[in-house]
């Protein structure tokens, strides 16, 4: 068999050892791997020119913490009053359960190097209607929090400027839709950069912006008035949904992943990226929430800078620089997205600059737009996204991975993992809807 299917010109070295059970299972189930192979291997021909990585370890990371760091470190306060101190153990059991799913969407991509992004593992897992169904989730998650970062800007600017008001060309415009497209104009030289070693400085700085926070947060405490005072509550069911959801949040990067693994010049190593990645972010997530909890106890408010007080410097640097990371994470956000757009185009108009920056800008336009027009968005934002990432982030990568190795048809220590983590989480989401903040 193997003769006749390198007689027909299919690529046959698929370079993962993830594969032999499904060469050596069914024959039928073999076929349809390799007219899998050369569907893929077809579809990138004509669509896409594939690229070496040019990412170091390093910039890697930046990226990797960057896009797991994000608007969570200042909920996760919030999380621990919710479920009491035992609840922290939570926070390290999704932090391992997404970083083994996050190992799971590794696999799939070695299986064949024509896997390049999310929906391509869906399509060579379950076909096409797969591909469809990992890009209705992965592409509408990834636009609801990119322009939930700039709801968000323009929200947080206008409570600082409450007074502030625009007039451009004798058109009025408040406060809040004035900061947002400002910060739209900030965002946009780091949408034009297509390399994601050069978005890695960019990156670099939303990584220093967390430690600031955090920083600032143990300022205020160790140095201010606020102190460590508060005792808190050791379990509370009640909230143990709600702190949950919230830790879950903090780790919904993985629609990313697929764009990092193939930004790394040596793609071996992503492995050891994801660890020290998952490692630092969640030492962090966890140091900030014992600080928010002990300086705030049950009062802690959704966001931890709410409740520092407002009139000590750390407490100014705190809340300033929470305005920076979402400047930050925006183009990686959306990376995957915007690829997407170019690599259907470039069928048309072959690898052009000018094309990549027309798409990239109205991206970015279509966003603000939305930022701008709708009312309470990121109410919407935060129940549907919630979801998105959910399914985004645990589910679809544990059922691609049991489909593309087979995994499924063997009973065994992995299989209850997975099986474990993708309960655990519908349980979640079913135990926590309509839970979305404290």
């Known amino acids: ?18 594969t032999t ?50 608007v969570g470190i200042l909920s996760v306060p919030c999380a621990l009053a919710s479920g009491g101190w035992l609840s922290l153990i939570l926070l390290f059991v999704v932090a391992s359960a997404t970083f083994y799913t996050g190992l799971l969407m590794r696999r799939c991509l070695d299986v064949n190097p024509q896997i390049r992004t999310y929906p391509d593992t869906g399509e060579y897992a379950f076909g096409k209607k797969g591909r469809m ?19 968000l800007e323009g929200d947080n600017l206008s409570n600082l400027f409450p007074n502030m008001g625009f007039e451009l060309g004798g058109i009025s415009i408040n406060g809040r839709q004035g900061f947002v497209i400002i910060v739209a104009l900030i965002i946009l030289p780091s949408m034009w950069l297509t390399d994601l070693s050069k978005v890695s400085y960019v990156s670099a700085s939303g990584v220093l912006a967390c430690v600031v926070i955090i920083c600032s947060v143990l300022w205020v405490g160790v140095i201010g008035e606020t102190g460590f005072h508060e005792k808190g509550k050791l379990l509370n069911f009640n909230g143990i949904p709600t702190g949950l959801s919230l830790y ?68 100014k640097i705190a809340i300033y620089t929470t305005l920076v990371s979402p400047i930050t994470k925006y183009a990686l956000t959306v990376t995957p997205i915007v690829s997407a757009i170019e690599n259907s185009l470039m069928f048309y108009h072959n ?30 934002m935060s129940l549907v996204g919630a979801f998105l990432s959910a399914t985004a982030s645990i589910i679809l990568p544990s059922l691609c991975y049991l ?13 209850v993992i ?8 519908l349980g979640k989401s079913l135990a926590g809807k309509g839970s979305c903040c404290c």
């Open 248 to 315: 879950a949040f903090c780790y919904c990067a993985h629609p990313v992943f697929p764009t990092l693994y193939n930004s790394m010049r040596d793609k071996r190593q992503f492995s050891k990226v994801l660890l020290l990645c998952f490692v630092l972010v969640t030492l962090g997530l966890a140091f900030m929430a014992v600080l928010g909890y002990l300086m705030s106890g049950e009062n802690v408010k959704s966001q931890v800078t709410l409740n520092l007080p407002p009139r000590e410097i750390a407490s």
């Open 133 to 151: 169904i990992v890009s209705i989730f992965m592409y509408l998650e990834l636009y609801l929090v990119a322009t939930g970062f700039l709801i």
């Open 351 to 380: 690898e052009s600059k000018a094309v990549s920056i027309v798409v990239r800008t109205l991206f970015l336009i279509s966003s603000v737009i939305i930022a701008l027009t709708v009312p309470f968005f990121e109410y919407l």
């Open 403 to 415: 489909k593309i190795t087979g995994a499924y048809r063997r009973f065994g220590c992995e299989l």
């Open 1 to 18: 068999m193997k003769g006749e299917m390198e007689a027909k010109g299919v690529n046959m070295a698929i370079p993962s050892s993830l």
């Open 21 to 70: 059970p499904l060469v050596l299972s069914h024959g039928g189930e073999y076929e349809d791997q390799i007219k899998k192979c050369a569907e893929l291997q077809n579809n990138h021909l004509h669509h896409t020119k594939l690229k070496e990585g040019t990412s170091s370890f390093f910039k890697t990371c930046f990226n990797g913490i960057n896009a797991l760091s994000g």
């Open 418 to 425: 997975i099986l474990g983590i993708v309960l655990m989480d």
